[in-house]
């Protein structure tokens, strides 16, 4: 017991004193040999930001993708399936702000806003796929559907 009791005791020693050889700070430079600073410049007159670590609050720049748009309708129909169609809808709405051209992200987020009973979300999607696909071969049933959703 005293043997084991006395090798964890060097261990830990051992530990300790290689976590303090590697948190030693570097050597200061000889008194004859101290560090110029550079003049400031233009740039670093500005204060830089950080990167935002809570990965919520960061904020997306949309550019146009149309890769990334097909992805996010194939994730929200996915979700659809599974009948989580808010998940879907947020997928979607991704989508279309990706390519605002994506005609199937407009039609799918509005059956999806239409399930989570949100008659606005779902008026101004089917109103977005009218104005694109107006010849589409579903464009009187969709006409229908934003009739019905236009009553109170």
């Known amino acids: 017991m005293s043997r084991r009791l006395l090798a964890l005791l060097a ?3 051992a530990s300790l004193a290689a976590q303090d050889s590697s948190n030693k700070q570097p050597p200061a430079p000889p008194p004859g040999q101290l560090k110029t600073e550079h003049p400031p410049s233009a740039a670093s007159d500005q204060e830089e930001v950080p990167p935002e670590e809570d990965s919520s609050l960061v904020t997306t720049n949309y550019t146009f993708n149309p890769l990334q748009s ?5 994730v929200g129909k996915e979700y659809a399936k599974k009948g989580n169609y808010r998940a879907a809808a947020s997928r979607y709405l991704e989508a279309t702000r990706w390519d605002s051209g994506n005609n199937e992200a407009w039609l799918l ?4 806003d239409e399930k989570l009973k949100d008659k606005g979300g779902a008026r101004d999607a089917y109103k977005k796929y009218l104005e694109q696909a ?3 071969k579903n464009a009187a049933e969709i006409r229908k559907k934003l009739a019905r959703l236009q009553r109170p």
Do not use: F, I
């Open 70 to 74: 097909r992805k996010d309708v194939l």
């Open 134 to 136: 107006s010849d589409a």
């Open 11 to 13: 261990l830990g020693a």
């Open 109 to 112: 987020l509005g059956e999806a």
